[in-house]
């Protein structure tokens, strides 16, 4: 997939209709409590020119860390009162985590909200960065900066559903493994929502 397609099928993504997504889509048997307040949170799903064309930037978290040690994940995190809006968010967090430059970004659009199992409202910033550059992972926070072929991650026939225990319950949830990279979780449910809103 080249730089212009990926961008052009992106912000169609940005764009068309769609449900929130949740980390209990695929647990029905779950009853959520009536009034839950969540905190909000933005990701930035961006995308990149890469060696085997559109790729989209990921991250591992550290294995020190005390929430989803080791996990991978989109660069971003609990919004910020001081952060003039969720977009700002999701940037602001790029920078910090794996060195973006916000003025490099061409922000694309906005998926709708997920809810995570942890009580965040989680808003999918999509976007394109149309320059080269070298990411710089954050210490203590950030293992290890890569990226996926976005082929690959657009592609709903590479997901699987996968179960583990959680608090007494088994819960199942969407996995897109590439490599030696297990995604799963939040962002692969984030990212197969993006896969159903790309145009083929």
């Given at each position: 997939m080249t730089g212009a397609?990926?961008?052009?099928?992106?912000a169609a993504a940005a764009r068309a209709e769609g449900a929130p997504s949740s980390d209990y889509d695929l647990n029905a048997h779950v009853a959520l409590p009536e009034g839950r307040v969540l905190?909000?949170?933005?990701?930035?799903?961006?995308?990149?020119?890469?060696?085997?064309g559109a790729e989209m930037l990921l991250t591992e978290?550290?294995?020190?860390?005390?929430?989803?040690?080791?996990?991978?994940?989109?660069?971003?995190?609990?919004?910020?009162?001081?952060?003039?809006?969720?977009?700002?968010?999701?940037?602001r967090e790029a920078r910090?985590?794996?060195?973006?430059?916000?003025?490099?970004?061409?922000?694309?659009?906005l998926l709708p909200p997920h809810e995570t199992v942890t009580g965040y409202l989680v808003t999918p910033v999509l976007a394109w960065v149309p320059a080269a550059f070298r990411?710089?992972?954050e210490p203590g926070e950030v293992a290890e900066v890569f990226t996926?072929?976005?082929?690959?991650?657009?592609?709903?026939?590479?997901?699987?559903?996968?179960a583990r225990r959680w608090?007494?319950?088994?819960?199942?949830?969407?996995?897109?493994?590439?490599g030696p990279h297990y995604i799963w979780g939040a962002t692969a449910r984030m990212l197969r929502a993006l896969a159903d809103r790309m145009p083929r």
């Amino acid at each position: 997939m080249t730089g212009a397609e990926a961008r052009a099928r992106l912000a169609a993504a940005a764009r068309a209709e769609g449900a929130p997504s949740s980390d209990y889509d695929l647990n029905a048997h779950v009853a959520l409590p009536e009034g839950r307040v969540l905190r909000p949170a933005a990701v930035l799903v961006a995308a990149l020119e890469g060696r085997s064309g559109a790729e989209m930037l990921l991250t591992e978290r550290a294995s020190t860390l005390r929430h989803h040690p080791g996990q991978v994940a989109f660069p971003g995190g609990k919004h910020d009162t001081n952060d003039a809006s969720l977009v700002a968010t999701a940037l602001r967090e790029a920078r910090e985590e794996v060195g973006l430059p916000p003025e490099t970004v061409e922000v694309l659009g906005l998926l709708p909200p997920h809810e995570t199992v942890t009580g965040y409202l989680v808003t999918p910033v999509l976007a394109w960065v149309p320059a080269a550059f070298r990411p710089v992972a954050e210490p203590g926070e950030v293992a290890e900066v890569f990226t996926v072929p976005l082929a690959h991650l657009a592609d709903p026939a590479r997901y699987v559903v996968r179960a583990r225990r959680w608090r007494g319950q088994e819960r199942r949830f969407f996995a897109v493994p590439y490599g030696p990279h297990y995604i799963w979780g939040a962002t692969a449910r984030m990212l197969r929502a993006l896969a159903d809103r790309m145009p083929r």
